[in-house]
């Protein structure tokens, strides 16, 4: 079975601020783990993935995470916010049956 | 390429009714997975259709149901509404090969609301 917990529900940063959004994941197999993005009143769009390659992983928009097994953990990073990164943020795993477990979401707010 | 596009965007329906929703994968894409979003229960999978046939299930009770055409759009349809079906519905489509890395591909969804 797979879980994914993401720590924070609402995450505020000035902008030009470091943005680390935390997930922890749990699976009964060697873990596939995504990042996705929600504006308001849209889909979700993936911003990077892990797939047992590169345990740093780069996206697209500035975002990069890092897979770190002995933590369980893979938290989303950006150096620097930009007021067009405020959005719902959703970290999931994928599992044998290759249907994605979300966690709860984080919700971005960047401040002027 | 066109991406993934759910119709109707925006439905609203009485409890008791039955709605179908559509949702047309991008081109080549073989494997539809269905995923409903509430504020409460976040993000759940409801089923995934491959080739026709349903590959894999949620946990959602019998009243939900979906099928896929030889085209491999599929519809959604929820029968005897009720008020906590309300949610945004959200389709994904993927190339459906056995990779659990394989990248989903969202539509917009669409917005149910029930009364």
């Known amino acids: 079975a797979q879980s994914v917990t993401q720590l924070g529900s609402h995450v505020s940063v000035s902008e030009g601020a470091l943005v680390l959004l935390r997930c922890n994941y749990s699976?009964?197999?060697?873990?596939?783990l995504f990042w996705y993005v929600q504006y308001p009143n849209q889909g979700l769009q993936l911003l990077l993935k892990y797939t047992s390659a590169a345990t740093l992983v780069k996206g697209i928009n500035g975002f990069e995470a890092e897979f770190k097994k002995s933590e369980t953990s893979f938290h989303l990073t950006k150096p620097s916010a930009h007021m067009s990164d405020a959005a719902e943020y959703f970290c999931a795993v994928s599992g044998s049956a290759r249907q994605l477990t979300f966690g709860s979401g984080t919700q971005l707010t960047v401040l002027p | 390429k066109a991406g993934v596009t759910q119709t109707p965007r925006y439905l609203i329906k009485t409890r008791g009714q039955q709605v179908t929703l559509s949702c047309s994968p991008i081109s080549g894409h073989r494997s539809v997975s269905w995923y409903q979003q509430t504020p409460g229960q976040g993000l759940q999978f409801l089923f995934e259709y491959f080739s026709e046939t349903q590959r894999n299930k949620g946990n959602f009770p019998g009243r939900f149901s979906g099928r896929q055409f030889s085209n491999s759009r599929s519809e959604m349809n929820v029968s005897t509404l009720e008020l906590g079906d309300s949610a945004l519905y959200l389709c994904?489509?993927?190339?459906?090969?056995?990779?659990?890395?394989?990248?989903?591909?969202f539509g917009q969804g669409t917005r149910l609301t029930v009364v």
């Open positions: 699976s009964s197999v060697p873990p596939y």
């Open positions: 994904a489509s993927s190339l459906g090969d056995r990779d659990r890395g394989t990248e989903a591909f």
